[in-house]
Nanobody, 128 residues
């Protein structure tokens, strides 16, 4: 069992920045691959970014590449998502997700059904 708690959401103007954080507990954190997803009203939950357990590989959706950065601190059991140059279309509830199985390809990280553990979500609203 893995417990995930997100923090850091809020209201920000377009062009601004927000940093999300997710704390994990319940397992050796370096063995857990992590992902960030987001869901806007009326849409499906979509992949944003992912990072391998030891942090040597990262993955990004095309819509956020170059603007968002995922990182992790295995000593603190945290994974962060730094979001810069935010746009109104980035408005969504952001979720962190975890899976104990290692993999190293984009398809593995981007499919939400590959993650059995989810946080409660944190709202990010970008005003124009």
């Amino acid at each position: 069992q893995v417990l995930l708690v997100e923090s850091g959401g809020g209201l920000v103007q377009a062009g601004g920045s927000v940093r999300l954080s997710c704390v994990a507990s319940g397992r050796t954190f370096s063995s857990i691959r992590m992902g960030w997803f987001r869901q806007a009203p009326g849409t499906e939950r979509q992949f944003v970014s992912g990072i391998r357990g030891i942090g040597d590989s990262t993955y990004y959706a095309d819509s956020v590449k170059g603007r968002f950065t995922i990182s992790r601190d295995n000593a603190k059991n945290t994974v962060d998502l730094q979001m810069n140059s935010l746009k109104p279309e980035d408005t969504a509830v952001y979720y962190c997700a975890a899976d104990l199985r290692d993999c190293s390809d984009y398809g593995c990280y981007s499919r939400r059904y590959n993650y059995p553990y989810w946080g409660q979500g944190t709202q990010v609203t970008v005003s124009s």
